[in-house]
C-alpha cells in the first residue's frame, strides 16, 4: 500500500467521482482506476461501489478514508520536519480554546529559550487531540479533563472551576459565587465536551435544568448569551471571551476540571518534545 494510492483513494472519495478525481489530479481516468484496482486487491475488499450518481464508500472504504487521512497527515508532517532538518526544529502540539490562557506562558518561555523551534499547532477538542497524539500525528498535547489517560503520560498543570455566564440584563438574586440551586430556572447553553459532567452534578443533587442548547464551540455560544437566549455553562478560562457579559463563579468543587499536558506512552519523544516538557515543569514549578 503506497501512500500515493491512497491519496488517490481519498481524493475519488472526497469528490464522489473518478473521473473529477482525476481532473484535479490532473491524470487521466484508466491510470486512477488502475491504482484504485491495485490497492483493493491488496487489501481483498472493495472499496468503492458504483451508483448513478457516481461513486460511494463501502464500509471497508470509510475505515481506510479515516485512517489515510492520519496517515498522509503524519507523512506530510514528517516530510516537512525532514526537509527542515538544520535549519528548524518542529514542535507539533494541540491546544484547545479553552487552554490557550493556561499554557501560552510555558510556549512562551520555551520559545525565548529555543529560537530554532517553530511551532505546527493543531487546535481541536481535547478527544480528537489525544486519537492525533496516540496516531502520531502531533508529539504533545495541552488537554483538559475528564479524558482517558491511560495510554499517555500526563503532566497536571492546574485545574480551575465552572462559571455561569448570563446577559448583561438578566436580572440575578446575587453577585459573586453562585450554586446549581441558582440556576434551576434558567435556560442554559452547555459545551458538549462538559455536557455529562454538568448534567450528572445536576442529578447527583436531585436538580432539574433546563437545556436551551448544546455547542461545540464556545465562541459562538457567548453570541447567543449575548442575543439574551440563555446562560452558558463554561470553564473559567472562558472569562477572556466574556466581554460585557455577567460572569459567576459556580461553587461546586466537582465541577473543577484539570488541564493536564499530555505526550504518548511507550512513545519515542523527540529531543525537541522533551525540552518542551521540561520548560512546562520549570514553568509551573513542577518536579520531574
Known amino acids: 500500500?503506497?501512500?500515493?494510492?491512497?491519496?488517490?483513494?481519498?481524493?475519488?472519495a472526497d469528490t464522489g467521482s473518478v473521473s473529477e478525481a482525476a481532473r484535479r489530479l490532473n491524470m487521466s481516468q484508466p491510470p486512477l482506476s488502475y491504482q484504485l484496482r491495485r490497492l483493493e486487491e491488496e487489501l481483498n475488499v472493495k472499496l468503492l461501489s458504483r451508483t448513478s450518481r457516481g461513486?460511494?464508500?463501502?464500509?471497508?472504504?470509510?475505515?481506510?478514508?479515516r485512517r489515510a487521512g492520519s496517515l498522509l497527515e503524519y507523512a506530510r508532517s514528517t516530510r516537512d520536519e525532514v526537509s527542515e532538518s538544520g535549519k528548524k526544529r518542529v514542535l507539533r502540539m494541540g491546544i484547545t480554546s479553552t487552554t490557550?490562557?493556561?499554557?501560552?506562558?510555558?510556549?512562551?518561555?520555551?520559545?525565548?529559550?529555543?529560537?530554532?523551534?517553530?511551532?505546527?499547532?493543531?487546535?481541536?477538542?481535547?478527544?480528537?487531540?489525544?486519537?492525533?497524539?496516540?496516531?502520531?500525528?502531533?508529539?504533545?498535547?495541552?488537554?483538559?479533563?475528564?479524558?482517558?489517560?491511560?495510554?499517555?503520560e500526563s503532566l497536571a498543570l492546574g485545574s480551575e472551576g465552572m462559571i455561569?455566564?448570563?446577559?448583561?440584563?438578566?436580572?440575578?438574586?446575587?453577585?459573586?459565587?453562585?450554586?446549581?440551586?441558582?440556576l434551576t430556572d434558567c435556560p442554559l447553553i452547555l459545551y458538549r465536551r462538559y455536557e455529562a459532567l454538568i448534567m450528572?452534578?445536576?442529578?447527583?443533587?436531585?436538580?432539574?435544568?433546563?437545556?436551551?442548547?448544546?455547542?461545540?464551540?464556545?465562541?459562538?455560544a457567548m453570541l447567543w448569551v449575548g442575543a439574551g437566549l440563555a446562560t452558558a455553562v463554561f470553564p473559567?478560562?472562558?472569562?477572556?471571551?466574556c466581554a460585557g457579559l455577567r460572569i459567576r463563579p459556580l461553587a461546586e468543587k466537582e465541577l473543577e476540571t484539570q488541564t493536564v499536558?499530555?505526550?504518548?506512552?511507550?512513545?519515542?519523544?523527540?529531543?525537541?518534545?522533551?525540552?518542551?516538557?521540561?520548560?512546562?515543569?520549570?514553568e509551573f514549578g513542577i518536579a520531574k
Request: proline content about 5%; hydrophobic content about 40%; some cysteine.
Open 200 to 220: 450528572n452534578a445536576f442529578a447527583h443533587k436531585g436538580l432539574k435544568t433546563d437545556v436551551f442548547c448544546i455547542c461545540d464551540d464556545a465562541r459562538d
Open 55 to 65: 461513486v460511494k464508500l463501502t464500509e471497508a472504504g470509510r475505515l481506510l478514508y
Open 100 to 152: 490557550v490562557p493556561t499554557i501560552l506562558p510555558a510556549i512562551t518561555r520555551y520559545a525565548r529559550s529555543h529560537p530554532d523551534v517553530n511551532f505546527e499547532v493543531r487546535d481541536g477538542a481535547s478527544m480528537t487531540l489525544l486519537q492525533h497524539l496516540l496516531d502520531g500525528i502531533i508529539d504533545v498535547s495541552v488537554a483538559r479533563t475528564p479524558l482517558r489517560l491511560d495510554e499517555v
Open 236 to 241: 473559567r478560562s472562558m472569562s477572556s471571551l
Open 1 to 12: 500500500m503506497e501512500l500515493r494510492q491512497l491519496e488517490y483513494f481519498c481524493k475519488i
Open 261 to 282: 499536558l499530555i505526550w504518548k506512552r511507550d512513545g519515542r519523544l523527540s529531543p525537541t518534545a522533551r525540552e518542551f516538557i521540561d520548560a512546562c515543569r520549570e
Open 164 to 182: 455561569a455566564v448570563s446577559p448583561p440584563e438578566q436580572q440575578v438574586e446575587r453577585d459573586g459565587e453562585i450554586t446549581l440551586e441558582d
